[in-house]
């Protein structure tokens, strides 16, 4: 009697699209928020641009929207001193990033929403879009400003490839690395491919629409402030965000497309690259409760 040859499993990897890879001018970076998480991760882009630039990468060009401005309330949380009371968010971050680093990255002290766009419809363009944004409905008005603008514009230089979200509550956070659309795969003998990573919004959309129920009213204190987001929670989070980026760069193949972070217990668990038809994601289940319920940062 003859016995079926078993076939292993090829592990699921993302291959980045080549255009990160191998571009011929800088990477434009969109980062949506300069608040906490926002202005942390700023630092760690430019960071990873002068990395990269020494390995012969032409870099990234970073454009930060925020049209909130420094108050009391943010010092210590976020990365704002005392001289930057009033000031625009963007406006400070990316005026110190520029001296500290050489490089010519632009504030734009705007919301990043439709009527913005409809007025100078460039600043759209971005091979990535990072957002740093406190509500659900910004994330749903940025997904669906990412696929209109692929959809007409993907032919064109700089169009919208990857949207890295972060989102967190006190002491938990998540982040998602999503495609605007498919990536075209090469084939592959040892890996099976996997050309679309689900949108934040679709993936977890029942999830966000609860979360804005959540009391979103701006603290009046840095004391407040820390009984809403734990001190590092951001840090955290960015540092982790910007592993995941750098991986991108630096091996080209996705294993994992994201984590949850549980700063309070030190757990991170990745997300995993799945076939599409396996992109269901389990929640982690914070320990004395029956109930999960995802916050936005």
């Given at each position: 009697?003859?016995?079926?040859?078993?076939?292993?499993?090829?592990?699921?990897?993302?291959?980045?699209?080549?255009?990160?890879?191998?571009?011929?001018?800088?990477?434009?970076?969109?980062?949506?928020?300069?608040?906490?998480?926002?202005?942390?991760?700023?630092?760690?882009?430019?960071?990873?641009?002068?990395?990269?630039?020494?390995?012969?990468?032409?870099?990234?060009?970073?454009?930060?929207?925020?049209?909130?401005?420094?108050?009391?309330?943010?010092?210590?949380?976020?990365?704002?001193?005392?001289?930057?009371?009033?000031?625009?968010?963007?406006?400070?971050?990316?005026?110190?990033?520029?001296?500290?680093?050489?490089?010519?990255?632009?504030?734009?002290?705007?919301?990043?929403?439709?009527?913005?766009?409809?007025?100078?419809?460039?600043?759209?363009?971005?091979?990535?879009?990072?957002?740093?944004?406190?509500?659900?409905?910004?994330?749903?008005?940025?997904?669906?400003?990412?696929?209109?603008?692929?959809?007409?514009?993907?032919?064109?230089?700089?169009?919208?490839?990857?949207?890295?979200?972060?989102?967190?509550?006190?002491?938990?956070?998540?982040?998602?690395?999503?495609?605007?659309?498919?990536?075209?795969?090469?084939?592959?003998?040892?890996?099976?491919?996997?050309?679309?990573?689900?949108?934040?919004?679709?993936?977890?959309?029942?999830l966000l629409e609860s979360s804005e129920k959540a009391d979103n009213t701006p603290s009046c204190s840095l004391?407040?402030?820390?009984?809403?987001?734990?001190?590092?929670?951001?840090?955290?989070?960015?540092?982790?965000?910007?592993?995941?980026?750098?991986?991108?760069f630096r091996e080209g193949m996705l294993f994992n497309r994201g984590f949850f972070l549980n700063l309070k217990?030190?757990?991170?668990?990745?997300?995993?690259?799945?076939?599409?038809?396996?992109?269901?994601?389990?929640?982690?289940?914070?320990?004395?409760?029956?109930?999960?319920?995802?916050?936005?940062?």
């Amino acid at each position: 009697m003859r016995t079926k040859k078993l076939q292993a499993v090829k592990p699921a990897a993302h291959i980045v699209e080549k255009t990160l890879l191998n571009p011929y001018n800088p990477i434009i970076v969109n980062l949506i928020g300069a608040g906490g998480t926002g202005s942390q991760f700023l630092t760690a882009l430019a960071r990873m641009n002068h990395a990269l630039i020494a390995l012969n990468h032409p870099g990234l060009m970073v454009r930060v929207f925020d049209d909130d401005r420094v108050e009391e309330a943010n010092l210590g949380r976020q990365l704002f001193s005392m001289a930057e009371l009033g000031l625009h968010k963007a406006v400070a971050l990316v005026n110190r990033i520029n001296l500290f680093f050489g490089t010519n990255w632009k504030a734009i002290p705007e919301r990043y929403d439709a009527n913005m766009l409809k007025e100078e419809p460039e600043l759209a363009m971005a091979e990535l879009t990072i957002s740093c944004v406190d509500t659900a409905s910004a994330r749903f008005e940025i997904a669906d400003l990412l696929s209109i603008i692929y959809n007409s514009k993907r032919h064109t230089y700089h169009h919208p490839l990857y949207w890295m979200d972060f989102g967190n509550s006190k002491e938990t956070g998540q982040v998602i690395l999503s495609t605007i659309a498919d990536i075209q795969q090469p084939a592959s003998k040892k890996f099976a491919v996997v050309s679309r990573l689900p949108l934040v919004t679709e993936e977890f959309k029942e999830l966000l629409e609860s979360s804005e129920k959540a009391d979103n009213t701006p603290s009046c204190s840095l004391a407040e402030a820390l009984t809403r987001q734990d001190l590092f929670i951001n840090s955290a989070l960015a540092n982790l965000g910007a592993s995941l980026l750098w991986q991108m760069f630096r091996e080209g193949m996705l294993f994992n497309r994201g984590f949850f972070l549980n700063l309070k217990d030190f757990r991170a668990q990745p997300i995993m690259v799945t076939p599409a038809e396996c992109n269901e994601v389990k929640l982690p289940k914070p320990k004395n409760s029956k109930r999960q319920t995802k916050k936005v940062a």
